[in-house]
């Protein structure tokens, strides 16, 4: 299995069970492991300096989640990237955002709103510069900031959950997606609307960033593959 340069490194943690999830979590979100690879636990094993047992455990949280796949001859492959899927999370997603907006919209402070618009000014400039995964980055800490105002844990449970495999999704077309700095402008359209305190304005324009975002990746495919 050929894995990048940065992939090498030794596990320093106590929980070595967590550490190899975060690790080979990072690798499929970023692309250093890609859909269809076979994942040797072997080979990790003597990459990472640990026993076989936690990157057999981390790897069964990470088929339950959905990242990987098991098949009949017990090989486990990086689950590939399909449209419908794209389509079911970014529903989701944006229907539990308005769920989130709508439970904290009293909470949200001209504080909270200066530092939405700062890190929107980051991801902006970072897509500018071709920093699509500081990019990406600064988008889900945008979307963040709401969130970590509910006092619904589950649903912020399920939504950092969903955001993994956007994450992953998104790193993967962000740079072959042409118009992406809009993104920037849909959401100064949110920060304006949580401005004007105007509730109804700012669930369209979640929904709206969500199925725009959609769109990009959709045109992309139309235009780029069979």
Sequence with gaps: MNTSKGTEQKIKRKFMRDEVYDILLDWIVTGKLIADQQIRDKEISEQLGVSRTPIREALLRLENEGFVQTKANSSTFVTPIKYQEIKDYYSIIYAL?????EEIFTKITDQHLEKMK???QEMHLSIKEGKYLT??????????IPISL??????????????????????YYYDKIKDAHTS?????????????????????????????????????LITNED
């Design 97 to 101: 955002e308005k769920l989130v907006i």
């Design 118 to 120: 700062n890190i929107n």
């Design 135 to 144: 990019a990406l980055q600064k988008d889900t800490e945008f979307h963040a």
């Design 150 to 171: 509910s006092l619904n844990a589950e649903l912020a449970k399920i939504l950092t959950n969903l955001k993994h495999k956007l994450k992953r999704i998104e790193f």
């Design 184 to 220: 920037f402008m849909e959401h100064e359209q949110i920060i304006d609307a949580l401005k004007q305190k105007d509730l109804n304005l700012t669930l369209n324009y979640i929904e709206q960033n969500w199925k725009k975002g959609l769109e990009r990746i959709q045109n992309h």
